[in-house]
């Protein structure tokens, strides 16, 4: 089985005005598959939509998916002195990062705000790569080092370029691409690999709460040739590119910097206590002083999971949606992402609410750009809490 | 994820929409207008597209026209050594900064690449602010002050400016705020109100032409505000318009991101080296820019003129730039320039082909080569009498 090929490619002048913003390694390629609209991630153009929500979310659940994240800009830290820095950025304990592992981590400001929220892999004993969400926190390690002149430290842009392949099926692709052996591969782990001769490093991540790999693209000179690859090798797992499934996300309780959280925002607002380890010394990471004030304080608004009644929505919101106590006309709080889940048969979503509404049960009504609706907490994940899904 | 109503309506808009990325106080007043694309830019939508870019550059020329660049998010830096900390970070010396009076500035990194070129305005005594082209300058300037051991808070305040560009400008800024705000002087700022909406004014834009930059301060009153400049404009025909692309490149302004990147320092750009200012003070990079002034640069980015059609839309990518049909440089940007009747552009080429007459040929998206040769910056009033006027 073959994917259909659109015939029409993507007319670039409706979005794209002068060079400023680049294009991804495997431009060519998505272009003969049919993106219907792209958006601009870390300064280059993101195809986020090849089909419906609802199509692109069921090739998720049963099949396999391709998406192309090079917006994920890599930013690597090096040099024998590598660690020391690569901590300093994030309050999350790397010395249980082993080489060959990956983790989910935050970079934090001093005063514990996240300037980012990416998946670092450890290529060596002092080699990390933080695959960025859309903010250029390679500004911020480089502006940081000045202040450490005699670290031995290389912080880079690495010309590397993400590509996700989720889905159940994806572990039949990447075996049928890289041999049995792949199919060790742990959860957050990563491992070098060749593809009919193309370098590439593939993890076992994604941001879908699916079983699913991300494909490191080495020689970037190489991106189409992977992209049609994979198209060719994952036909009988009925492949399909597609953009972000919002929808699977939300379900799995994944944030979007920018949208969910920012660096108004600190770890303990928005459950990722867990990237927090408030052992580290003070001047191992810059933020861990602040942060371990913080939880010792405790927080004063939260982001919670939400269930918004009546019909579903269209589709993703497309702006915050202003949160206000369901008795009272008090504004409170803004609903960040939201979107009508098939599987569940209702609408979820993220709101910030203070504290004291933020318990389970609690209502608020929420001005939607569908109508007013009323939102209910409910526990986060909405799917899947123990993640036995993208482990299995 | 779902495209925007209007935009889904129109017939040139297939830019997403998402929560993602921040509207502008005025976003529904230029979608009213009838922009129809829309760009990101520092995690914001700007307006990319009203109407013929032709018909919009004669109106800058011409008459006066509005331009809503609230996606120049501004930095502000605030605290009792905030003047110590802004000198710091840009090459040009600011201890001849006095209240009230902006510069462009280059913020530059430990090796002398350019991290952003903002617009900085020295609102208050100790409140800097920076009005950023396409990059988060913020995470820089934050990322030095962990450890500057200075007192300083760096914030994006809710602040939005708008460009009321052309001859007429003059007209509509008096006739809305008065003699003095429209009488500021090339680079000066004033603060102010209109029906009580606050607002800091600046003589400057991103066009070559006389111009303001009017910066709201309370984004609930973005509509208002954008209402009254239309109502005082109508009489010069003012009207909404997208970047100018055509007219900025005449005047040599640049286009971070597209133009130049942290690879790049300000001697390699024509026109840049002067805001690498001799001083006293120490400042993040002055020793490798001092190392590169006394060195000397291997390229350099300068003008280029290519013959032929005019081109229809600036270039959507960079392309190759060949001398004797040796690949030796890349093409950044290439516009008609309706009043000089050239295509003009910019092109990085080796030091020693950088003069300007230098023939070139530039292999054109369709692969077909354009016979080009380099030129000086700016291509017209190398001495800003235009927008100083």
Same mark, same amino acid.
């Given at each position: 089985?073959?994917?259909? @090929?659109r015939a &029409?490619?993507?007319?670039?002048?409706?979005?794209q005005?002068?060079?400023?913003?680049r294009?991804?390694?495997?431009?060519?390629?998505? &272009? *003969?598959?049919?993106? $219907?609209?792209?958006?601009?991630?870390?300064?280059?153009?993101?195809?986020?939509?090849?089909d419906?929500f609802?199509?692109?979310?069921?090739?998720? #659940?049963?099949?396999?998916t391709?998406w192309?994240?090079?917006v994920? @800009?890599? #930013?690597?830290?090096?040099?024998?002195?590598?660690?020391?820095?690569?901590?300093?950025?994030?309050?999350?304990?790397l010395?249980?990062?082993?080489?060959g592992?990956?983790?989910?981590?935050v970079?934090?400001?001093?005063?514990?705000?996240?300037?980012?929220?990416?998946?670092?892999?450890?290529?060596?004993?002092?080699?990390?790569?933080?695959?960025?969400a859309?903010?250029?926190?390679?500004?911020?390690?480089?502006?940081?080092?000045?202040?450490?002149?005699d670290?031995?430290?290389t912080?880079?842009?690495?010309?590397?370029?993400?590509?996700?392949? &989720?889905?159940?099926?994806?572990?039949?692709?990447? *075996?049928?691409?890289?041999?049995?052996?792949?199919?060790?591969l742990?959860?957050?782990w990563?491992r070098?690999?060749?593809?009919r001769?193309?370098?590439?490093?593939?993890?076992?991540t994604g941001?879908?709460s699916?079983?699913g790999?991300?494909?490191?693209?080495?020689?970037?000179?190489?991106?189409?040739?992977?992209? $049609?690859?994979?198209? $060719?090798v994952?036909?009988?797992?009925?492949?399909?590119?597609?953009g972000?499934?919002?929808?699977?996300?939300? =379900?799995?309780?994944?944030?979007?910097?920018g949208?969910?959280?920012?660096?108004?925002?600190?770890?303990?607002?928005?459950?990722?206590?867990?990237?927090?380890?408030?052992?580290?010394?003070?001047d191992?990471?810059i933020?861990?002083?602040?942060?371990?004030?913080?939880?010792d304080?405790?927080?004063?608004?939260?982001?919670?999971?939400?269930? #918004?009644?009546?019909?579903?929505?269209?589709?993703?919101?497309?702006?915050?949606?202003?949160?206000?106590?369901?008795?009272?006309g008090?504004?409170?709080g803004?609903?960040?992402?939201?979107?009508y889940?098939?599987r569940?048969? @209702?609408?979820?979503?993220?709101?910030? #609410?203070?504290v $004291?509404?933020a318990?389970?049960?609690?209502?608020? @009504?929420?001005?939607? =750009?569908?109508?007013?609706?009323?939102?209910?907490?409910?526990p986060?994940?909405?799917v899947d809490?123990?993640k036995?899904i993208?482990?299995? | 994820?779902?495209?925007?109503?209007?935009?889904? /309506?129109?017939?040139?808009?297939?830019?997403?929409f998402g929560?993602?990325?921040?509207?502008?106080? %005025? !976003?529904?007043?230029t979608?009213?207008?009838?922009c129809?694309?829309?760009?990101?830019?520092?995690?914001?939508?700007?307006?990319?597209? %009203?109407?013929?870019?032709?018909?919009?550059?004669w109106?800058?020329?011409n008459?006066?026209t509005?331009?809503?660049?609230?996606?120049?998010?501004?930095?502000?830096?605030?605290?009792?050594?905030?003047?110590?900390f802004?000198?710091t970070?840009?090459c040009?010396?600011l201890?001849?900064?006095?209240?009230?009076?902006?510069?462009?500035?280059?913020?530059?990194?430990?090796?002398?690449?350019?991290?952003?070129?903002?617009?900085?305005?020295?609102?208050e005594?100790n409140?800097?602010?920076?009005a950023l082209?396409d990059?988060?300058?913020?995470?820089?300037?934050?990322?030095?002050?962990?450890?500057?051991g200075?007192?300083?808070t760096?914030?994006?305040?809710?602040?939005?400016p708008?460009?009321?560009?052309g001859?007429?400008?003059?007209?509509v800024?008096?006739?809305?705020f008065?003699?003095?705000?429209?009488?500021?002087?090339?680079?000066?700022?004033?603060?102010?109100e209109?029906?009580?909406i606050?607002?800091?004014?600046? /003589?400057?834009?991103?066009?070559?032409?006389?111009?303001?930059e009017?910066?709201?301060?309370?984004?609930?009153r973005?509509?208002?505000?954008?209402?009254?400049?239309?109502e005082?404009?109508?009489p010069?025909?003012?009207?909404?318009?997208?970047?100018?692309?055509?007219? /900025?490149?005449?005047?040599?302004?640049?286009?971070?991101?597209?133009?130049?990147?942290i690879?790049?320092?300000? !001697?390699?750009?024509?026109?840049?080296?002067?805001?690498?200012?001799?001083?006293?003070?120490?400042?993040?990079?002055?020793?490798?820019?001092?190392?590169? /002034?006394?060195?000397?640069?291997?390229?350099?980015?300068?003008?280029?003129?290519?013959?032929?059609?005019?081109?229809?839309?600036?270039?959507h990518?960079?392309?190759?730039?060949?001398?004797?049909?040796?690949?030796?440089?890349?093409?950044?940007?290439?516009?008609?320039?309706?009043r000089?009747?050239?295509?003009?552009?910019y092109?990085?080429?080796p030091?020693?082909?950088s003069?300007?007459?230098?023939?070139?040929?530039?292999?054109?998206?369709?692969?077909?080569?354009?016979p080009?040769?380099?030129?000086a910056?700016? %291509?017209?009033d190398?001495r800003?009498?235009?927008?100083?006027?």
């Amino acid at each position: 089985m073959t994917v259909e @090929r659109r015939a &029409q490619p993507f007319d670039m002048s409706l979005v794209q005005r002068g060079a400023r913003n680049r294009r991804t390694p495997y431009y060519e390629a998505t &272009q *003969r598959y049919g993106p $219907e609209g792209f958006t601009v991630y870390n300064h280059m153009y993101f195809p986020i939509r090849f089909d419906t929500f609802e199509a692109e979310f069921e090739a998720l #659940l049963n099949d396999v998916t391709i998406w192309d994240v090079s917006v994920e @800009r890599c #930013l690597e830290v090096s040099g024998s002195d590598g660690f020391r820095f690569a901590q300093l950025l994030t309050p999350r304990d790397l010395s249980k990062c082993a080489v060959g592992q990956a983790k989910y981590v935050v970079i934090c400001d001093r005063d514990g705000g996240i300037l980012n929220d990416p998946v670092l892999t450890r290529m060596d004993e002092n080699t990390f790569w933080f695959a960025l969400a859309s903010s250029d926190a390679l500004f911020f390690a480089r502006g940081l080092r000045n202040a450490y002149p005699d670290l031995d430290v290389t912080i880079r842009e690495a010309d590397v370029a993400p590509l996700q392949v &989720q889905g159940p099926k994806s572990k039949d692709l990447v *075996r049928d691409l890289v041999g049995d052996g792949i199919l060790d591969l742990k959860y957050y782990w990563w491992r070098r690999a060749e593809i009919r001769g193309i370098p590439v490093v593939i993890t076992r991540t994604g941001w879908t709460s699916e079983v699913g790999y991300e494909i490191y693209l080495l020689d970037t000179s190489r991106g189409n040739e992977l992209y $049609e690859t994979l198209m $060719e090798v994952g036909a009988p797992y009925r492949v399909k590119p597609t953009g972000p499934s919002d929808i699977r996300r939300i =379900e799995g309780g994944i944030l979007n910097w920018g949208a969910d959280m920012t660096y108004e925002n600190n770890p303990f607002e928005v459950g990722l206590d867990r990237l927090v380890d408030v052992g580290l010394a003070d001047d191992a990471s810059i933020s861990i002083a602040a942060l371990r004030a913080i939880k010792d304080r405790g927080v004063t608004r939260k982001l919670v999971g939400v269930e #918004l009644d009546g019909d579903p929505f269209p589709g993703l919101n497309n702006v915050k949606w202003p949160a206000y106590r369901s008795d009272g006309g008090d504004h409170v709080g803004k609903v960040t992402s939201a979107i009508y889940s098939p599987r569940l048969g @209702r609408n979820i979503g993220y709101c910030w #609410l203070p504290v $004291e509404l933020a318990g389970e049960g609690s209502r608020v @009504r929420v001005d939607s =750009e569908w109508g007013t609706r009323t939102g209910t907490v409910v526990p986060m994940p909405f799917v899947d809490p123990e993640k036995r899904i993208p482990v299995g | 994820m779902g495209a925007l109503e209007t935009a889904e /309506r129109s017939t040139s808009s297939t830019l997403y929409f998402g929560p993602w990325y921040r509207k502008s106080p %005025f !976003f529904e007043k230029t979608l009213a207008a009838g922009c129809s694309a829309y760009d990101i830019y520092n995690h914001m939508y700007l307006p990319g597209y %009203f109407g013929d870019p032709i018909e919009e550059y004669w109106a800058l020329l011409n008459e006066v026209t509005l331009w809503d660049v609230s996606v120049e998010r501004i930095v502000e830096i605030t605290g009792p050594d905030s003047s110590a900390f802004i000198n710091t970070l840009t090459c040009r010396d600011l201890t001849k900064c006095a209240v009230g009076q902006g510069k462009y500035v280059l913020i530059t990194a430990d090796d002398g690449g350019i991290i952003n070129d903002p617009v900085l305005l020295r609102v208050e005594e100790n409140r800097w602010w920076l009005a950023l082209a396409d990059s988060d300058a913020g995470l820089w300037a934050r990322g030095v002050a962990v450890h500057s051991g200075l007192d300083v808070t760096v914030r994006e305040p809710d602040v939005f400016p708008v460009q009321v560009q052309g001859p007429k400008s003059k007209d509509v800024i008096r006739s809305l705020f008065g003699d003095a705000v429209a009488d500021l002087r090339y680079y000066w700022t004033a603060q102010t109100e209109l029906d009580g909406i606050p607002v800091v004014i600046s /003589r400057t834009g991103w066009t070559g032409e006389v111009g303001y930059e009017v910066y709201l301060r309370d984004p609930t009153r973005g509509g208002e505000l954008w209402d009254r400049i239309m109502e005082a404009g109508a009489p010069h025909n003012i009207r909404p318009i997208a970047p100018c692309e055509a007219r /900025r490149i005449e005047a040599g302004i640049f286009n971070y991101g597209s133009d130049m990147t942290i690879a790049n320092n300000p !001697f390699e750009i024509m026109g840049l080296e002067r805001l690498v200012e001799e001083q006293d003070a120490d400042y993040i990079g002055k020793a490798a820019l001092e190392e590169i /002034r006394r060195r000397g640069v291997s390229r350099k980015l300068v003008g280029i003129e290519v013959g032929g059609e005019p081109l229809p839309f600036e270039l959507h990518e960079k392309r190759p730039a060949l001398h004797d049909g040796q690949a030796v440089g890349t093409l950044t940007d290439l516009i008609w320039s309706p009043r000089l009747e050239r295509n003009i552009g910019y092109v990085w080429l080796p030091i020693d082909l950088s003069g300007p007459g230098t023939a070139l040929e530039v292999v054109a998206p369709d692969g077909s080569r354009w016979p080009a040769q380099s030129a000086a910056i700016p %291509f017209l009033d190398p001495r800003k009498d235009i927008p100083k006027g």
